[in-house]
């Protein structure tokens, strides 16, 4: 069992940046892909990013270039630094762990919370 809280979401202007955290409690942390996802309102929850267990890492086209996905697997975290925000990144965005990953969220097993990142115009 993998409990994800993810922090750091709140309330910026368009073009600013955010850093979202998300703790894990498990010891074997390191052997788990962790994903990131957002879901608008009435939306369905999609893919935004993933890192591999040794730093891979894959991305949406929608934030490439901007978004950037890191782990520190001493701290059992994971980061997602966000850049040139705009407005329809606005979402709740949800950390995500997996024996495999990918863009798939039906390949992650446990998941946080979620936090809200709105982005204003």
């Known amino acids: 069992q993998v409990q994800l809280v993810e922090s750091g979401g709140g309330l910026v202007q368009a073009g600013g940046s955010l850093r979202l955290s998300c703790a894990a409690s498990?010891?074997?942390?390191?052997?788990?892909?962790l994903g990131w996802f957002r879901q608008a309102p009435g939306k369905e929850r999609g893919f935004v990013a993933a890192?591999?267990?040794?730093?891979?890492?894959t991305y949406a086209d929608s934030v490439k270039g901007r978004f950037t996905t890191s782990r520190d697997n001493v701290k059992k975290t994971v980061y997602l630094q966000m850049n040139g925000l705009k407005p329809e990144d606005t979402a709740v965005y949800y950390c995500?762990?997996?024996?495999?990953?990918?863009?798939?969220?039906?390949?992650?097993?446990?998941w946080g919370p979620g936090t809200q990142v709105t982005v204003s115009s």
């Open positions: 995500a762990a997996g024996r495999s990953g990918g863009s798939d969220k039906s390949a992650y097993a446990y």
């Open positions: 498990q010891r074997t942390f390191s052997n788990y892909v």
């Open positions: 890192i591999t267990w040794i730093g891979d890492t």
